[in-house]
């Protein structure tokens, strides 16, 4: 029997467990299975809420909301997802640039029913980093980061010899254990695909939360709001932070770019809903089910 084989009948014999619980404004579920299963995927979920505490913006006790409030923190999560957003910034030319945090508190405001009208205003400032450090001079918008974050954080927690595990959180998910659906945006039951795949996977668009029109998304460039797209799945092989960031970039431009964009992106791969047609990039398929 090969070592794999030896683990995976280890992990069967010690059972495993499983977690469903709100986090970031979603549903989290954790599975796993092997030694120590039940305190492992506790321990996760407790990894996940103390980093929500931590970067929800719209919580004023988090270190990413003082750091809004005030235009300075030292926090190592928050500087890690800064650090990740600038880059992003810069290679997808300003499409997804976290300076736009008064953009995104007033559309998250409108989507949950607390302003009548959406005023988004696109002005911005400097952003610095140094160790743990962040200085900015503008309000910041990390949900495009936090949410795929907290999952790669959680899928650490339930990692190690002797053990398997997932982390799902409201369309992030680290690389899954087994098959998974990609739901359909327009509300029946049947999955779009199903993947298997040992990358990590996000999916992005209008359908999961809108109002009016109006969803959750928007490109800073064209000063643009809302999803050009009915859904933005996409496999990333780095981390789920960057599936979602990726997912989110995807869903704000129109479809030749974000298919352009997916194909150039090295470790990325897109299935992307437009119009009720499927396009996908070239090596999407080798992680279908």
């Given at each position: 029997?090969?070592?794999?084989?030896?683990?995976s009948a280890?992990?069967?014999?010690l059972g495993?467990?499983r977690?469903?619980?709100r986090?970031?404004d979603t549903?989290?579920s954790?599975?796993?299975?092997?030694?120590?299963?039940?305190?492992?995927a506790?321990r996760?979920?407790?990894?996940?809420l103390?980093?929500?505490?931590?970067?929800?913006?719209?919580?004023?006790?988090?270190?990413?909301a003082?750091?809004?409030?005030?235009?300075?923190?030292?926090?190592?999560?928050?500087a890690?997802?800064?650090?990740?957003?600038?880059?992003?910034?810069?290679?997808?030319?300003?499409?997804?640039?976290i300076?736009?945090?008064?953009?995104e508190?007033?559309?998250?405001a409108?989507?949950?029913?607390?302003?009548?009208t959406v005023?988004?205003?696109?002005?911005?400032?400097?952003v610095?980093?140094?160790?743990?450090?962040?200085?900015?001079?503008?309000?910041?918008?990390?949900?495009?980061?936090?949410?795929?974050?907290?999952?790669?954080r959680?899928a650490?927690?339930?990692?190690?010899?002797?053990?398997?595990?997932f982390?799902?959180?409201?369309?992030d998910?680290?690389?899954?254990?087994?098959?998974?659906?990609v739901?359909?945006p327009?509300?029946?039951?049947?999955?779009?695909?199903?993947?298997?795949?040992?990358w990590?996977?996000a999916?992005?668009?209008g359908?999961?939360?809108?109002?009016?029109g109006?969803?959750?998304?928007?490109?800073?460039?064209?000063e643009r709001?809302g999803?050009?797209?009915?859904?933005?799945t996409v496999?990333?092989?780095?981390d789920c932070?960057?599936?979602?960031?990726?997912?989110?970039t995807l869903?704000a431009l129109?479809l030749?770019?974000?298919?352009?964009?997916?194909?150039?992106?090295?470790?990325?791969?897109?299935?992307v809903?437009?119009?009720?047609?499927?396009?996908?990039?070239e090596g999407f398929?080798?992680?279908?089910?």
């Amino acid at each position: 029997m090969s070592l794999a084989d030896t683990l995976s009948a280890a992990r069967a014999r010690l059972g495993g467990a499983r977690l469903e619980f709100r986090c970031c404004d979603t549903d989290f579920s954790i599975q796993t299975s092997g030694y120590r299963a039940e305190s492992v995927a506790e321990r996760a979920r407790n990894t996940a809420l103390s980093l929500e505490a931590e970067l929800d913006a719209f919580d004023p006790d988090s270190a990413v909301a003082r750091l809004n409030r005030t235009g300075r923190v030292e926090n190592e999560h928050v500087a890690r997802l800064v650090r990740r957003g600038l880059e992003y910034g810069e290679r997808t030319d300003g499409v997804f640039d976290i300076r736009y945090g008064a953009v995104e508190h007033d559309l998250k405001a409108y989507l949950r029913g607390d302003r009548e009208t959406v005023s988004a205003t696109f002005e911005t400032g400097s952003v610095r980093v140094d160790g743990d450090r962040v200085v900015t001079e503008t309000e910041l918008d990390l949900n495009g980061l936090a949410k795929g974050y907290i999952v790669d954080r959680a899928a650490v927690a339930v990692s190690g010899p002797g053990r398997r595990g997932f982390v799902s959180g409201g369309g992030d998910m680290s690389p899954p254990t087994g098959p998974i659906a990609v739901e359909s945006p327009y509300g029946d039951s049947r999955p779009l695909k199903v993947l298997e795949t040992d990358w990590n996977v996000a999916t992005s668009g209008g359908y999961r939360r809108e109002r009016d029109g109006v969803d959750h998304v928007y490109d800073p460039t064209s000063e643009r709001l809302g999803a050009r797209h009915e859904s933005v799945t996409v496999v990333a092989n780095r981390d789920c932070m960057e599936a979602d960031a990726l997912a989110t970039t995807l869903a704000a431009l129109p479809l030749s770019g974000a298919l352009e964009s997916a194909e150039a992106w090295p470790g990325l791969e897109a299935f992307v809903v437009h119009d009720g047609v499927f396009r996908t990039t070239e090596g999407f398929d080798e992680h279908v089910a």
